[in-house]
């Protein structure tokens, strides 16, 4: 129980909190090259509440995951790289399904101490 890495034979990695041995807490999420693809709280392994996945190249996909800590709904944003333009909508694994532009206003932090953006 605590905190724990866990290095992939692919070279990617998953920083955060263990539970038994299963992810349970803030979680990190790095590609082999060290780069940050994935921030969020878990439940039980699954991510859960608002997540962000960090999209190579720029920009990201902010939520709320459902039971299968999936980015699948409504009210998921694909933010731009400015972190001011946002394409705010419904979403189905973290793709875009339909969404309409919207401008960040906020920031705020959700139950669980997660950023999460006001538009």
Not at 8 to 35: C, E, P, Q, T, V
Request: proline letters at 2%.
């Amino acid at each position: 129980n605590g905190k724990a890495k866990i290095k992939f034979r692919n070279r990617s990695m998953i920083a955060g909190y263990f539970k038994a041995g299963i992810l349970h807490g803030f979680g990190r999420y790095f590609d082999k090259k060290g780069r940050l693809t994935f921030v969020g709280n878990h439940k039980n392994g699954l991510p859960d509440g608002t997540c962000w996945r960090i999209i190579r190249g720029g920009g990201c996909v902010v939520g709320r995951v459902d039971r299968s800590g999936q980015l699948t709904g409504i009210r998921i944003a694909y933010i731009y790289p400015d972190y001011v333009t946002a394409l705010v909508g419904t979403f189905k694994d973290g793709v875009m399904e339909r969404a309409q532009e919207a401008v960040i206003t906020g920031v705020v932090e959700d139950e669980a101490g997660i950023k999460t953006l006001l538009f």
